[in-house]
């Protein structure tokens, strides 16, 4: 079965780090792109950032640009979300995802984990 | 304000066919035929239903279809089915390679 599963959230005070790791089963991982997306609580969905199959390309929102950071272990099939200096407005649930292609470009994302949530807050 | 611009929200009864509209409201991702759709229930993870403009991936309905028109790209949805009921959005890729959704449309199955 094809599968990911987020982990790392929590509540965190503004201006701390947090990652984010996502752990692919069932699918050959190195063959994929993968991204975040996140949803804050009552929002629509916001495309975070996206990384190739050999983490050769990589993209972020301009929201989160500079401060986050995305990387993959293909050895360990895992996807990572390095996120630092940490607002209010981050606060969402965020969703790991794989993309239908390789390269990280145009993402089309076919299989979702079911998130982790990230609270900022004081 | 999001690039793409969707209605709040659309209605139909079972069987009827209904159309989501997504249109660009900045030339950035206009002009890319790389416009996806997602399905979201409650609680549950996101749906790839449509990518490409119109290619459905393996296992969702036929029902299910997409076109795109200029800057607009359309998600058309026909036998309307209970199950349908959900939030869709429209995604599409940019020249500043970055993907943007769209607010979102709410479908309510009378």
């Known amino acids: 079965e094809v599968q990911l599963v987020e982990s790392g959230g929590g509540l965190v005070q503004p201006g701390r780090s947090l990652r984010l790791s996502c752990a692919a089963s069932g699918f050959t991982f190195d063959d994929y792109a993968m991204d975040w997306v996140r949803q804050a609580p009552g929002k629509g969905l916001e495309w975070v950032s996206g990384?190739?199959?050999?983490?050769?390309?990589?993209g972020y929102a301009d929201s989160v640009k500079g401060r986050f950071t995305i990387s993959r272990d293909n050895a360990k099939n895992s996807l990572y979300l390095q996120m630092n200096s940490l607002r209010a407005e981050d606060t969402a649930l965020y969703y790991c995802?794989?993309?239908?292609?390789?390269?990280?470009?145009?993402?089309?994302?076919?299989?979702w984990g079911k998130g982790t949530t990230v609270t900022v807050s004081s | 304000q999001s690039a793409l611009t969707q209605p709040a929200s659309v209605s139909g009864s079972p069987g009827q066919s209904i159309t989501i509209s997504c249109t660009a409201t900045s030339s950035d991702v206009g002009s890319y035929n790389y416009v996806s759709w997602y399905q979201c229930h409650p609680g549950k993870a996101p749906k790839l239903m449509i990518y490409d403009v119109s290619n459905r991936p393996s296992g969702v309905s036929n029902r299910f279809s997409g076109s795109k028109s200029g800057n607009t790209a359309s998600l058309t949805i026909s036998g309307l089915q209970a199950e349908d009921e959900a939030d869709y959005y429209c995604s599409s890729y940019t020249i500043s390679s970055t993907l943007v959704f769209g607010g979102g449309t709410k479908l309510t199955v009378l």
């Open positions: 990384i190739s199959w050999n983490s050769g390309s990589t």
């Open positions: 995802a794989k993309d239908i292609g390789r390269i990280y470009r145009n993402p089309r994302m076919d299989v």
